[in-house]
């Protein structure tokens, strides 16, 4: 299989570098071949400009690569944090340049762009890694778990992929080294689960 693997998280020492690298060593002892971007290692350009947002816009090699990887990919991975319920700006700015139409998704004929569009990618899974120092009930009673909602709702599910799992971690700031290790260990189980070889 082909995997595409997204990390943003801007500090090397973060747990969510962690997670990436156990992804990423994960699915290479299953044999699949693994598209990983780090988007703050590679100074990705998150900003939109207004030239690109046409369909048929002229777009720069850099994100025609990754355009064309995540259109390629039999399996999505994305490792983030949750900064104010949200990816952080970087990533987002990744989805807005990235998950575009012709790519991800489609407009059926004589839907001019108000309809409900027709998801493109051939990705079977996603599974999106996050962490978080809120309690997970917490997350969920008073904010609604908007990560959830914006990973599966809005943008996987609308673009055709139908597996897509979420696991959070947290909360990170006051978790113990062996807490970690169980979480890394968890995060290898569930990479085998929704990528066999």
Same mark, same amino acid.
């Given at each position: ?73 039999? *399996? #999505? +991975? %994305? ?6 319920? &949200? ?7 990744? @989805? ?73 971690? *947290? #909360? +990170? %700031? ?6 970690? &290790? ?7 189980? @569930? ?7």
């Amino acid at each position: 299989m082909i995997i595409s693997l997204l990390l943003a998280h801007p500090s090397k020492v973060s747990f969510n570098h962690a997670i990436a690298h156990k992804v990423l060593a994960t699915l290479l002892e299953l044999g699949h071949v693994v598209h990983f971007h780090d988007l703050y290692a590679e100074a990705f350009d998150p900003v939109l400009p207004a030239d690109e947002i046409p369909k048929e816009a002229v777009i720069p090699v850099s994100i025609r690569r990754h355009c064309e990887e995540i259109g390629e990919a039999d *399996g #999505i +991975v %994305v490792v983030h944090p949750n900064w104010w319920g &949200q990816p952080p700006a970087m990533l987002k700015g990744w @989805i807005d340049r990235v998950i575009r139409p012709g790519v991800a998704y489609e407009f059926l004929e004589n839907d001019s762009g108000e309809g409900v569009p027709n998801g493109l990618l051939k990705a079977k899974a996603a599974v999106i890694f996050t962490t978080s120092n809120t309690e997970a009930v917490r997350e969920s009673a008073v904010f609604g778990d908007p990560l959830e909602r914006i990973w599966k709702d809005c943008i996987f599910g609308l673009c055709g992929v139908r597996d897509v799992r979420r696991r959070m971690f *947290g #909360i +990170v %700031v006051t978790s113990s080294e062996d807490e970690r &290790q169980g979480w890394l260990e968890e995060v290898r189980t @569930i990479i085998i689960e929704a990528f066999p070889s």
